[in-house]
């Protein structure tokens, strides 16, 4: 079967730095993207891994590694407006993103 | 760039009621759009897959004959819930990804909020 794996939850501190770690087995692979959920909100899209290595974009990056089908989030520099749910998804040999449960980080001061 | 435009935002009718949820995408064309549906504290769960000009594909366990799609154009997809009872409240989402590649990422509206009383 199709499986996605990021931990239930996480705390960091504000100011601090925060990887959300995401494992999957997928049949094919077709690309990872990350969104970010605030609580009651839509989803937003993040960052998108298609390549091994590290994609930078501001506070936050995301790193592929498509041996291991493993990707992390790095958040730095974290603020308060950073706590909601990041969610990890596969796009799989079909095209069709299968998604993770989401990581619930609570940021305190 | 990347606007997925859903209406209403919120929902509050009566059981037995039909609703009807729009999801646009306002600055590019889609031919696929999803709809997701999310009870509290849960994660996404892909109901469909609209795609425009043929009928929808839908996820295992959805019913077809209660959550009416039509995607009739490349802009637009509708989502209905026929006689709506009170387990169908949740938080339901659409999202478009730009026809022009499957590497785009999917954009969402902004979600339904629907609550039968």
């Known amino acids: 079967g199709q499986n996605i794996d990021q931990p239930t939850e996480m705390t960091a501190t504000e100011g601090a730095i925060v990887q959300i770690n995401c494992t999957y087995q997928?049949?094919?692979?077709?690309?990872l993207f990350w969104y970010q959920q605030h609580a009651g909100e839509a989803p937003t899209f993040l960052s998108y891994?298609?390549l091994d290595g590290l994609e930078e974009k501001g506070r936050f990056s995301s790193f592929l590694s498509r041996s291991k089908g493993y990707s992390y989030l790095l958040l730095k520099e974290l603020q308060m407006k950073d706590s909601a749910s990041y969610l990890c998804?596969?796009?799989?040999?079909?095209?069709?993103?299968?998604w993770g449960a989401g990581t619930k980080l609570i940021i305190k001061p | 760039g990347a606007v997925v435009s859903q209406h209403p935002s919120r929902v509050i009718c009566k059981s037995g009621t039909s609703v009807k949820i729009e999801c646009r995408s306002l600055?590019?064309?889609?031919?696929?759009m999803f709809w997701y549906r999310q009870f509290p504290k849960q994660s996404l769960m892909l109901m469909a897959t609209?795609?425009?000009?043929?009928?929808?594909?839908?996820e295992q366990g959805v019913e077809k004959d209660k959550f009416l799609i039509n995607h009739a154009s490349l802009t637009l997809s509708t989502l209905t819930v026929t006689s709506a009872h009170p387990e169908d409240s949740s938080f339901y989402i659409c999202?478009?990804?730009?026809?022009?590649?499957?590497?785009?990422?999917?954009?969402f509206g902004d979600g339904t909020r629907l609550s039968i009383l």
């Open positions: 999202s478009a990804r730009d026809m022009t590649g499957d590497h785009q990422p999917q954009h």
């Open positions: 600055d590019f064309q889609a031919t696929t």
């Open positions: 609209s795609n425009e000009g043929s009928k929808a594909t839908y």
């Open positions: 997928t049949s094919g692979f077709n690309g």
């Open positions: 891994n298609v």
């Open positions: 998804a596969v796009k799989d040999s079909n095209y069709q993103l299968i």
